[in-house]
C-alpha cells in the first residue's frame, strides 16, 4: 500500500453495528467514535471506515489498501471464541463483528501491517491469536479496584506499571503512568508470541500486550483516544509512523 499523496499512512478504523431510530425507522448502522478519528488525523494519519462484513475471503484484498489497522472499543468478544459458555456479568456481544475483526487481525499480523488496539481491541487481539480474556472482571477475579469509570472526563482513574524492554516502555516510558478506565473485562491467559507490557499497579490484571517482533502491533486496555497527556499521542504518533514505514517499504 503506498500512502496517500500527501504521505498521510491510510489507517482503517473498526466500527460498531447498533441500532439508530431514524424518522421512526431503526436501522442498522455502522458507527465509530469522533474520538478515535480525531486522535489518528492529530497524529497525521488518513482515517477509512471500515464496516462489518461476512466476506471474509477479502480481508487480505482489504489490507493492500490501507497501511494500518485500528481496532476500537465496543461489545465483548464472544466467550465461545475461547472455548467458554456466557457467564453471568457478559454484556452485549457481536459476533459478526467478532469475525471479521479476527480475519483482520490474522492477515494483518501475515502482511506486517500495523495494529493498534483499544480496549476490546486490545482483548479481541489475544482472543485471535489464542488468548482468553475474563468475561467478568469483578466476578472472576479477586480485584477491588472499579476498572468502569462512569465519566469521560473524569480523567485518570488508575495508575499502570510499564513492563521493563518493552516497546511501550519506549514509546511511554517506564512509568507508572495514570489512565482512564472502561472495561470490566481483561486479558487473562496471554496469546503465543505476545507479551504484557503494562499492569495495574493496584491489581495486576493486563493493561497492555503487544508482539516484541512486529514492527507494531500494541493494545492498550486504556483509552489514549480521549486524553491529550503525552502518553497518549506518543503512542497515536508511533502507530501512524510505523504505518508510514510500511506504506514505503512497500511501495519501493
Not at 469522533?34 to 488518513?46: L, T
Not at 472499543?73 to 463483528?97: A, K, S, T
Not at 487481525?105 to 482472543?127: D, H, I, K
Request: hydrophobic content about 45%; proline content about 5%; charged content about 25%.
Amino acid at each position: 500500500m503506498v500512502a496517500a499523496m500527501d504521505d498521510r499512512p491510510v489507517i482503517a478504523l473498526t466500527s460498531r453495528t447498533l441500532p439508530l431510530r431514524a424518522t421512526g425507522k431503526s436501522r442498522p448502522t455502522e458507527t465509530v467514535a469522533r474520538s478515535y478519528i480525531e486522535a489518528v488525523e492529530a497524529a497525521g494519519g488518513e482515517v477509512w471506515l471500515l464496516p462489518n462484513r461476512d466476506d471474509l475471503d477479502r480481508v487480505p484484498t482489504l489490507l493492500d489498501r490501507v497501511d494500518g489497522i485500528m481496532l476500537t472499543g465496543g461489545d465483548d468478544p464472544h466467550p465461545h471464541l475461547f472455548g467458554e459458555e456466557p457467564l453471568v456479568g457478559i454484556d452485549l456481544v457481536d459476533e459478526r463483528r467478532d469475525r471479521f475483526e479476527i480475519a483482520l487481525v490474522n492477515a494483518a499480523r501475515e502482511g506486517g501491517t500495523a495494529v493498534f488496539g483499544v480496549c476490546r481491541g486490545m482483548q479481541l487481539m489475544n482472543v485471535a491469536l489464542g488468548g482468553d480474556i475474563y468475561q467478568d472482571i469483578a466476578r472472576q477475579t479477586d480485584s477491588r479496584i472499579q476498572h468502569t469509570q462512569s465519566r469521560v472526563d473524569d480523567g485518570p482513574w488508575h495508575r499502570v506499571g510499564i513492563a521493563a524492554g518493552s516497546r511501550l516502555e519506549a514509546l511511554v516510558g517506564s512509568g507508572p503512568i495514570a489512565v482512564n478506565s472502561f472495561h470490566h473485562q481483561a486479558c487473562r491467559r496471554v496469546a503465543a508470541g505476545l507479551v504484557a507490557s503494562a499492569i495495574c499497579v493496584e491489581d495486576g490484571l493486563i493493561e497492555a500486550i503487544e508482539d516484541p517482533e512486529a514492527a507494531f502491533f500494541l493494545g492498550v486496555q486504556w483509552h489514549p483516544e480521549l486524553t491529550a497527556d503525552l502518553a497518549s499521542r506518543a503512542l497515536f504518533q508511533a502507530f501512524i509512523e510505523a504505518a508510514r514505514s510500511g506504506a514505503a517499504a512497500s511501495s519501493n
